[in-house]
């Protein structure tokens, strides 16, 4: 054989061949007895499972490949799978159900490679959002021992290290956003961080975790309200910043919901005896005294623009709605919030279910009024107005309200009704 035949047999063997093998480069996840069993269990979900496990199998059912979430057509190591992941991960630990650990590692095994690289990924974008994903990592990598595991997660934490900040010392939000702290980043970011720190006794890095926290509130926070604006940038040369602040213009919902979910999940982390652990309370109890003021007295909701319910082309709106409710009920459980905001909380998650939740003849559940995505600059641009955010697509079946939507159920279902 010539040496040119020979390279293209070669060539062929390396990369051709294992896509007509089965399982090579698929998007399979290499559990058909899983997908059996998804099947099985969801012909029809049950109305007498709790509502945590009646979601968790509707997106199941949804989605019998874990990557599918989100509408995707093709794998994605995205912050939106990372929430349904975790979501999914939770309701095993608290049910023991190998079905829901399965699935939620059946998304790990698609995504993360043998030799810990993760697909669909590229460090040196510098985007925060990648890191969420890798939160539901930790359980897996403790459950199992896989070694790509901790590759990956030690990838994710390298990002970190090298993420750009401000002149104050806040991450941005991606490279290609310069100077910017969104309130949805702190999610994005903080509690894989506060969780790696915990894990490996990293006791310094809290000091900067509190700090990323304390500055978006130092620069965020309405006096007013008390409200949280959407997104900050210290150069103050986006369309979007005012020019003396550098703050968008408007308190979006879910930005918010971001911000609280973030504080309640980082206090699991954080010592008890670090000295900015109280002042994280403290922003969590102001920021949801702010968001509870702002509750539409009816229906128990919040709206997709929060203090602007009168006006026109504004609509209550589910994933924020889900996201506020969680942070509620969760820092009541832990003690960070007062008992009164269980009872604001129930209001909210009964306005969930009686508003936003429908459920077909096969016990399949669907979450309604989700708002499908918003943010700020890029193209097309996007100004921050409030009638950029009152027009942006709605739809149902968002992972940004499924996955909140889960995790306060599961907060419900899990801890007594009083605790004194």
Known sequence: MKQKERYMFRLFILVFLPLLLPGGFSCTNHQPGMQDSIKAMTVNIPEELPWSERMALSIMKRCPEAWMNDFSE???????????MLSILKTWEATDKRIYLDYAKSYADTMILPDGTIRDYELDEFNIDHINPGKFLFTLYEETGQENYRKAIATLKRQLDWQPRNKDGGFWHKLKYPWQMWLDGLYMGEPFYAEHAMRNN?????????????????????????????????SRVQRWSDPETGLSRHFW???VGWYVMALVDVLDFFPENHPQREELIAILNRALDAVAKVQDE?????????DQGDREGNYLESTASCMFTYAMIKGVNNRYLDEKYRAIAQKSYDGILRHFIAVDDTGEVELKMCCSVAGLGGKPYRDGSFDYYINEPVRSNDPKGMGPFILASLEFEHTPAIKN
Request: hydrophobic content about 35%; charged content about 25%; cysteine-free.
């Open 74 to 84: 093709k794998p994605r190591w995205s912050y939106t799978h990372g929430l349904i």
């Open 202 to 234: 990293s006791t310094k890095e809290f000091d900067d975790i509190a700090h990323q926290f304390i500055l978006m509130e130092e620069h965020a926070r309405d006096p007013q309200t008390g409200l949280l604006y959407h997104g900050w940038d210290q």
């Open 253 to 255: 919902g879910r930005a």
């Open 298 to 306: 009816e229906t128990g909701l919040w709206h997709q623009v929060l």
